[in-house]
């Protein structure tokens, strides 16, 4: 074989050589997307939004928009006692982004217009502990209006009474709940053994009995409206403790009780009563040339 022949056979089996690398260089690459579109349909579960304690929560504790969140939760094991906020999961993978799209904005929508289902439960007060990121569930709270309310929301050892209250005695309806009051007992007074003239005009006499006393409700409206200023009603609720109960008793039954509204800048003082109890006052009669008198001494 000539040797002219012999070099042009080993350039072209180097030559075929090199094509066939070049070409299994290109075709590499066109295998990686099909491998991440094979992965793709594994991390597209439906999610539906849950809504869970933004923190940890104890009983007693009044719910605000910041102690709750929502959270992305597979759709197959959201429990029926969660809560959701009602939008639908992606029914299949391939259509996941219109679908979010979509139900990302009408849940904007949703929450501009009513906001949100999370504002159904503020003002909620809770009756077990909630640990931050845990779902909420009905059996753990207790909804405004719901029985059992007034007990939950009350502070530990606390108790909840109502007196009578009328515009004039609680501050011409300024008194909201949530607001701190002192209470005032005005009655009149005893003039003992002493003997009172057809001319002799009633005594009365007023001392504070309670003190930074919180109002619990208004007749039966234990949160005021958002556009409310004042609340009429004939019962204000407050909160006490068990030995300043039995003082609100003794208080009521001896004359006329009045709440006066404290400022929001002076609710940090002792809160109870003021003393044991309203001090007991005594009439003398005073004879002036030939006139009798009647002195209140307290």
């Given at each position: 074989?000539?040797?002219?022949?012999?070099?042009?056979?080993?350039?072209?089996?180097?030559?075929?050589?090199?094509?066939?690398?070049?070409?299994?260089?290109?075709?590499?690459?066109?295998?990686?997307?099909?491998?991440?579109?094979?992965?793709?349909?594994?991390?597209?579960?439906?999610?539906?939004?849950?809504?869970?304690?933004?923190?940890?929560?104890?009983?007693?504790?009044?719910?605000?928009?910041?102690?709750?969140?929502?959270?992305?939760?597979?759709?197959?094991?959201?429990?029926?006692?969660?809560?959701?906020?009602?939008?639908?999961?992606v029914a299949a993978?391939?259509?996941?982004?219109?679908?979010?799209?979509?139900?990302?904005?009408?849940?904007?929508?949703?929450?501009?217009?009513?906001?949100?289902?999370?504002?159904?439960?503020?003002?909620?007060?809770?009756?077990?502990?909630?640990?931050?990121?845990?779902?909420?569930?009905?059996?753990?709270?207790?909804?405004?209006?719901?029985?059992?309310?007034?007990?939950?929301?009350?502070?530990?050892?606390?108790?909840?009474?109502?007196?009578?209250?009328?515009?004039?005695?609680?501050?011409?309806?300024?008194?909201?709940?949530?607001?701190?009051?002192?209470?005032?007992?005005?009655?009149?007074?005893?003039?003992?053994?002493?003997?009172?003239?057809?001319?002799?005009?009633?005594?009365?006499?007023?001392?504070?009995?309670?003190?930074n006393i919180k109002?619990?409700?208004?007749?039966?409206?234990?949160?005021?409206?958002?556009?409310?200023q004042t609340v009429?009603?004939?019962?204000?609720?407050?909160?006490?403790?068990?030995?300043?109960?039995?003082?609100?008793?003794?208080?009521?039954?001896?004359?006329?009780?009045?709440?006066?509204?404290?400022?929001?800048?002076?609710?940090?003082?002792?809160?109870?009563?003021?003393?044991?109890?309203?001090?007991?006052?005594?009439?003398?009669?005073?004879?002036?040339?030939?006139?009798?008198?009647?002195?209140?001494?307290?």
């Amino acid at each position: 074989m000539k040797p002219a022949r012999i070099i042009v056979i080993c350039v072209a089996a180097v030559a075929a050589i090199g094509l066939a690398l070049v070409v299994r260089a290109m075709g590499s690459p066109s295998n990686e997307p099909t491998a991440v579109a094979a992965a793709a349909p594994v991390d597209a579960r439906p999610m539906a939004k849950v809504l869970v304690a933004a923190k940890d929560l104890q009983p007693g504790k009044r719910l605000e928009g910041s102690d709750l969140d929502w959270k992305d939760w597979p759709v197959d094991e959201v429990n029926p006692a969660f809560i959701t906020d009602g939008t639908r999961p992606v029914a299949a993978p391939e259509q996941s982004k219109p679908e979010g799209a979509v139900a990302a904005v009408t849940r904007a929508a949703t929450d501009l217009a009513t906001g949100g289902a999370k504002e159904d439960y503020v003002g909620s007060v809770v009756r077990e502990p909630i640990l931050a990121g845990e779902p909420i569930v009905l059996r753990k709270i207790v909804r405004a209006g719901d029985s059992g309310y007034m007990a939950a929301y009350l502070e530990p050892g606390m108790r909840a009474m109502a007196i009578r209250v009328t515009v004039e005695t609680a501050a011409g309806g300024f008194i909201l709940p949530g607001d701190r009051v002192d209470v005032v007992l005005t009655r009149e007074t005893t003039l003992g053994n002493i003997g009172a003239t057809e001319g002799d005009r009633s005594k009365f006499t007023s001392a504070t009995v309670m003190q930074n006393i919180k109002v619990l409700a208004i007749d039966q409206s234990t949160r005021a409206g958002d556009d409310e200023q004042t609340v009429i009603g004939a019962t204000a609720t407050l909160e006490v403790g068990p030995r300043d109960a039995e003082a609100l008793a003794l208080a009521k039954s001896e004359g006329e009780l009045s709440l006066i509204l404290r400022s929001y800048a002076d609710t940090g003082g002792p809160s109870g009563r003021v003393s044991a109890g309203p001090r007991q006052s005594a009439a003398v009669r005073v004879y002036r040339g030939g006139a009798p008198e009647v002195v209140v001494v307290q």
